[in-house]
């Protein structure tokens, strides 16, 4: 199985890190540029355009694509449920979360655009053409759509354009090219594509499982710590875990008090205050470690 990753720019180092931390390491070979192996002997990485990536899904060279929605929308459809998905759609398995951004309407801060209705018969300059007529059909104006391959904030005062569509994030290259944002056409952000045809297969379903995995582990802790067993409701009580946590029976102590080791998922931005709340109700020997993956 073949999955296809951006080779260069935003979208590379974030995508790799992703494949690592799912467990799918990816080899060192002389031709790295082009594609490599991973520990999977059935997984093999490509490395393509963020743009191309749809195409080479969609085609068969990859049965795999890691890119933004943007770009997938822009080669043909998209479908959430591969039940209902048409023979070329590429099927949206999961959202990664990086590499959010929206593609936006926008056009001169002090010029007579300043809702789409104003765009009757007027220009578009844009690197999503298709994106850009779909949205133009969708609000039923009709307006030229001209397409360019980058700056395309400068075309308006050009006079190449009377609007943009193309992509913001922070909104500072709108601003210093004084364009307003008009309406949103597209939320997009990095998503783990598959071929319709291929989206049910059991080696697609485990790699979705591994991505899911990863994103389930960040901004979550593992706790552990020892309490006594009488004082193990008023433990449960202060842990805001992810359903009940995991208790075991251990050596009582020198005592012959009970003890109970307790291990529990928490949220990192709780683990601050849960740490002093357990002390407060007898817990010690607190462990806080790392989560790598996750299987909900
Ligand atoms: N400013 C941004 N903030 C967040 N995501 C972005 C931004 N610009 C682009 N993206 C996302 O990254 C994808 C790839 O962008 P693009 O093809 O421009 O490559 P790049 O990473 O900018 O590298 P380069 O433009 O140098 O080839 C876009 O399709 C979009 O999904
Ligand atoms: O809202 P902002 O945070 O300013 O981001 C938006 C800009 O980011 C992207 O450009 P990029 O930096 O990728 O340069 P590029 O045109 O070379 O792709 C995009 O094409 C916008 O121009
Ligand atoms: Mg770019």
């Known amino acids: 199985m073949r999955i296809a990753v951006p080779n260069k720019g935003r979208l590379h180092d974030p995508t790799l890190s992703l494949l690592e931390r799912a467990g799918l390491h990816v080899e060192e070979t002389a031709d790295r540029q082009l594609y490599a192996d991973t520990v999977d002997p059935e997984v093999t990485v490509l490395f393509a355009r963020a743009a191309d990536i749809p195409e080479y899904?969609?085609?068969g060279a990859a049965d795999l694509g890691v890119t933004g929605l943007d770009q997938a929308a822009e080669s043909g459809g998209v479908a959430d449920d591969p039940e209902t998905a048409d023979d070329n759609d590429l099927v949206d398995l999961l959202d990664l979360g990086y590499g959010s951004?929206?593609?936006?309407?926008?056009?001169?801060?002090?010029?007579?655009?300043?809702?789409?209705?104003?765009?009757a018969g007027a220009t578009i300059a844009t690197e999503f053409p298709t994106v850009t007529r779909d949205y133009l059909a969708r609000v039923g104006v009709d307006a030229d759509v001209v397409t360019v391959t980058g700056a395309t904030e400068l075309t308006p005062h050009v006079d190449m354009a009377d609007a943009i569509v193309d992509i913001t994030s922070t909104g500072t290259t709108l601003q210093v090219n004084r364009l307003a944002v008009i309406d949103e056409v597209l939320a997009s952000s990095v998503r783990l594509f598959a071929r319709a045809d291929v989206a049910d297969d059991p080696k697609v379903e485990q790699v979705r499982t591994a991505f899911e995995s990863v994103l389930a582990a960040?901004?979550?802790?593992?706790?552990?710590?020892?309490?006594?067993?009488?004082r193990l409701d008023e433990v449960?009580?202060?842990?805001?875990?992810?359903?009940?946590p995991t208790v075991m029976n251990v050596e009582a102590d020198e005592n012959g008090n009970g003890k109970v080791a307790v291990h529990a998922v928490v949220e990192e931005r709780d683990?601050?205050?849960t740490i002093s709340d357990l002390k407060a109700v007898g817990a010690s020997g607190i462990l806080v470690t790392e989560i790598e993956r996750l299987v909900e």
């Open 236 to 244: 449960k009580d202060v842990i805001p875990g992810l359903g009940g």
């Open 57 to 59: 899904v969609r085609d």
């Open 218 to 230: 960040d901004g979550r802790r593992y706790l552990m710590m020892n309490a006594p067993t009488d």
């Open 101 to 119: 951004c929206r593609l936006v309407l926008a056009a001169p801060e002090d010029g007579d655009i300043t809702a789409v209705e104003d765009l």
């Open 271 to 273: 683990v601050f205050a």
